[in-house]
């Protein structure tokens, strides 16, 4: 293999990935907040990240790389939808926690090495607070909050590209005058009534959102570890705000590479549950299955932007139909091919920042070489390859025997209306033409003196 390209955020260009330790890769990815179910952009997201993690753990061994994906348990929005709810907010948290891991297993993401959650790790929160204090990075303040002295910290935007200028003229004034500084952030909130609060140093509160995920991946991986995670949405406050909190505290480098995904856009506009402009994981899936909605994320690069539409993701049917057809025709034998062009071409793609479109490309030439020579360890290879990206590994008889040809897509039903109109003009050499196309998607038709049967995964 070679050398892994990772385009880090904050330098804005591909980098040679070095690990810190090639036996300890460590990569933290934000999770999710625990409010309402995930919807179709949290799973391009965690998608994008199982493939890379996959890759890493391909690449490098299983066993040295660790990844982490917390959890927002306790959080303003939590506690606001537990209150419409008329709910505990723990409670709350739960059954969406549930709800998560159930979306996950049906997503067939790989189970997170850790998994922590905002509400164990008050002990490592409140020392990371007093550590701040303790530097002049923090400060109490009269209305019991603790708050992050932005200006204390010279790279504050150094990750998001913003000048602490810019953002002064764009900081909203907040009501109450107990901030030094407008810019500065909450590291500690004071208890509300009726809220979930610890005791602390500073009295009853709760953490600030920003604050959690720096105790979290600092405690599991260290005080700098390798790669850093989540959506482009993200990057500022949220990581920029990490980033300043726990290079002071600590006196070092956070991460060493930040990666993002781009937006999932519904509409032209991104998918957010704030605006109500989503679909849930659990609706989606009651359309198509999980590998279609995978490999409508992989069809992306994970940077770039991806228009969802239910068509989009549908039209990722017949590409897998291929992919199963070329396994369903040669049993995939006990020994895959490794040392050819294909591999390499596929290692290529993945070294080059995770490049999905073409690694999928490599799929289907080696899938139409497997067509050809009908070679059982070719055919392995494919399910192997195809495998580092979660994908085909499921049975070919059923996934091809699943298909209702009552209901294939328009793109199909028009190849067989214009075969049957050649074989009516007797234009032989059209309609089988048109046969050995439909043959390629994973449709095969038999001619018969009672007419044509259509067949979808059929060995001839």
Not at 8 to 21: A, G, N
Not at 60 to 75: H, L, P
Not at 107 to 133: F, K
Request: hydrophobic content about 35%; glycine content about 6%.
């Amino acid at each position: 293999m070679s050398d892994l390209m990772i385009y880090d955020t904050k330098s804005q260009q591909k980098r040679t990935f070095v690990p810190i330790d090639p036996k300890k890769i460590g990569i933290y990815v934000c999770g999710i907040t625990v409010y309402d179910l995930c919807h179709i952009g949290h799973a391009r997201t965690m998608l994008a990240f199982d493939v890379i993690v996959r890759y890493l753990k391909h690449k490098y061994g299983a066993s040295n790389v660790r990844f982490v994906r917390n959890i927002t348990d306790i959080d303003d929005k939590i506690i606001n939808r537990a209150i419409e709810n008329k709910e505990e907010p723990i409670a709350l948290a739960e059954r969406f926690i549930h709800e998560m891991h159930n979306d996950a297993e049906a997503l067939s993401l790989l189970t997170p090495d850790e998994e922590p959650r905002a509400t164990q790790y008050m002990p490592q929160m409140l020392n990371l607070i007093q550590r701040l204090v303790d530097k002049g990075y923090a400060y109490p303040a009269a209305n019991g909050d603790v708050y992050y002295k932005v200006r204390a910290y010279k790279d504050y935007g150094s990750l998001a590209k913003r000048s602490l200028d810019d953002l002064q003229v764009g900081a909203r004034i907040e009501a109450n005058e107990a901030k030094y500084d407008p810019l500065d952030f909450v590291l500690w909130k004071a208890a509300k009534p009726g809220e979930p609060s610890w005791e602390s140093p500073w009295g009853e509160g709760r953490p600030g959102w920003h604050l959690e995920c720096s105790a979290m991946s600092m405690d599991l991986l260290g005080e700098t570890f390798d790669i850093h995670g989540g959506g482009f949405d993200l990057i500022f406050p949220h990581h920029e705000n990490e980033c300043a909190q726990s290079s002071a505290a600590s006196g070092k480098e956070f991460a060493n590479n930040w990666m993002h995904v781009g937006f999932l856009q519904i509409n032209k506009d991104k998918m957010s549950k704030s605006s109500g402009n989503f679909v849930t994981i659990q609706q989606i899936l009651q359309e198509v299955t999980p590998e279609e909605l995978r490999y409508f994320v992989l069809s992306g690069h994970y940077r770039s932007p991806l228009e969802y539409t239910l068509e989009q993701v549908q039209n990722a049917k017949q590409p897998l139909l291929r992919l199963y057809t070329a396994l369903h025709n040669v049993a995939p034998g006990a020994q895959a091919a490794t040392d050819n062009e294909y591999t390499q071409r596929f290692y290529t793609a993945m070294d080059d920042d995770f490049n999905t479109p073409e690694a999928l490309a490599v799929l289907f030439d080696l899938a139409r070489e497997v067509n050809k020579t009908k070679d059982p360890a070719l055919a392995a290879q494919l399910q192997n390859l195809g495998g580092i990206l979660g994908l085909l590994q499921n049975s070919p008889a059923q996934v091809l025997g699943s298909v209702n040809v009552n209901n294939l897509d328009s793109q199909i039903q028009e190849l067989i209306t214009a075969r049957n109109q050649a074989r009516q003009a007797k234009n032989w050499p059209e309609a089988d033409k048109i046969r050995d196309q439909l043959k390629g998607m994973g449709v095969t038709i038999d001619d018969t003196a009672g007419g044509s049967q259509v067949k979808v995964g059929s060995k001839e």
